[in-house]
């Protein structure tokens, strides 16, 4: 089974800040990989897929990038809403394993 | 508009059964892919099962394999998950997911945009 790894588990920052969070994987998945970030209480929402492509309606501040095994994701600049968790997930295989997630946090 | 509707959840006994379901609107329910996601208390996001459009294909993850069964009715446009032998660790809340694509279209069936709300499923006694 492939497995993902994210870091760090949480991440302080403080709004405006650059945030980069990094996952990866046990073997190349090359592209399958999406992103997701879920708030308490909440179901998670897609941000990206195909390890670039920005899902419709997510903001520009968010993208992807990387292929094989490793991975990130960056809020260009950190806005009040984007505090929550995010995961990683990938979808090479006829299953879809995600990461442990990191937790973003004010600062 | 998508939605799903996830129902069914509960408190049961170590050993128990308990069925949930999902129903779908807003989209060709029998064109993509569905599965099940879960989320035990605290903790991150498993994948569980998931079929395709048609329903003829399936999978699960080994941790529920021989204990859960899913299916779907596309004249009902609802999905389900029947679990038996329940133990305590399937405590979670389950996540109804629209696949991007159906498995016949390859791995886009398991890339996940739209989630219903979940239902909280207890496994204790």
């Known amino acids: 089974d492939i497995q993902m790894t994210q870091s760090p588990s949480t991440l302080s920052a403080s709004v405006g800040d650059r945030v980069t969070i990094t996952c990866r994987a046990s073997?190349?998945?090359?592209?399958?990989l999406a992103w997701y970030q879920q708030k308490p209480g909440k179901a998670p929402k897609l941000l990206i897929y195909k390890a670039s492509s920005l899902e419709s309606g997510v903001p520009s501040r968010f993208s992807g990038s990387g292929s094989g095994t490793e991975f990130t994701l960056t809020i260009s600049s950190l806005q009040p809403d984007d505090f929550a968790t995010y995961y990683c997930?990938?979808?090479?295989?006829?299953?879809?394993?995600f990461g442990q997630g990191t937790k973003v946090e004010i600062k | 508009e998508v939605q799903l509707l996830e129902s069914g959840g509960g408190l049961v006994q170590p050993g128990g059964s308990l069925r949930l379901s999902c129903a779908a609107s807003?989209?060709?329910?029998?064109?993509?892919?569905m599965s099940w996601v879960r989320q035990a208390p605290g903790k991150g996001l498993e994948w569980v099962s998931a079929i395709s459009g048609s329903g003829g294909s399936t999978y699960y993850a080994d941790s529920v394999k021989g204990r859960f069964t899913i299916s779907r009715d596309n004249s009902k446009n609802t999905l389900y998950l029947q679990m038996n032998s329940l133990r305590a660790e399937d405590t979670a809340v389950y996540y109804c997911?629209?696949?991007?694509?159906?498995?016949?279209?390859?791995?886009?069936?398991?890339?996940?945009?739209?989630w219903g709300q979940g239902t909280l499923v207890t496994v204790s006694s």
């Open positions: 807003g989209f060709t329910f029998s064109s993509y892919a």
């Open positions: 073997q190349s998945i090359s592209s399958w």
């Open positions: 997930q990938q979808y090479n295989s006829y299953y879809g394993t």
């Open positions: 997911a629209k696949g991007f694509a159906d498995i016949l279209t390859g791995y886009y069936a398991f890339l996940f945009d739209y």
